[in-house]
């Protein structure tokens, strides 16, 4: 499936972790925030995320034949760059060297650092980090400012 998408770089996308944990209000992205980011020239973009309606009708959604980390991983595998906030799924794809941009909210989780754009543990992560509680403009702002740039001539 990856294969047969159009030219361009292939990234992964992960919005929200698992509503059920206590901190997922403050790390899940409403979907509508994402619209500058998926309008990104030259990305084809590939849904992660597991229960959450994609936000763009564009994202390709093969979920619903994800069923294991080892099914996660296989498609991680096959993309360029994985974009995704505090979930299994960033630390999947740190875990296993890919690239990872992790969309981090302003009170991050401890794993994640105080203060940086990189992670001691996975060092291909680098992290957009929000400047106040909520302000989720501007991380996905600047991601899509550094994928556009990325994509370049």
């Known amino acids: ?14 919005w929200a972790g698992n509503p059920r944990h206590a901190d997922d209000a403050r ?13 990104v020239p030259g990305v084809s973009f590939v849904s992660l995320q597991h229960g959450r309606a ?9 979920t619903a034949g994800l069923h294991s980390f080892a099914d996660t991983a296989a498609l991680l595998q096959t993309l360029d760059l994985t974009i995704s ?4 799924v960033a630390h999947l794809a740190g875990a296993l060297g890919r690239p990872v941009w992790l969309l ?3 009170d991050t989780d401890w794993r994640w650092l105080r203060e ?10 680098r ?19 550094r994928l556009e740039a990325d994509a370049g001539p």
């Open 85 to 88: 906030v505090d979930t299994a």
């Open 54 to 62: 994609a936000p763009a009708p564009h994202l390709h959604d093969w």
């Open 127 to 145: 992290q957009f980090r929000q400047t106040s509680p909520g302000a989720w403009h501007s991380v996905i702002a600047a991601v899509a400012a």
């Open 104 to 106: 981090n909210r302003f």
């Open 27 to 39: 790390r899940s992205i409403p979907p509508a925030l994402l619209a500058p980011l998926l309008a």
């Open 116 to 125: 940086g754009d990189r992670c001691p543990w996975y060092p291909t992560v």
């Open 1 to 14: 499936r990856v294969a047969a998408l159009p030219p361009g770089r292939r990234v992964g996308l992960a």
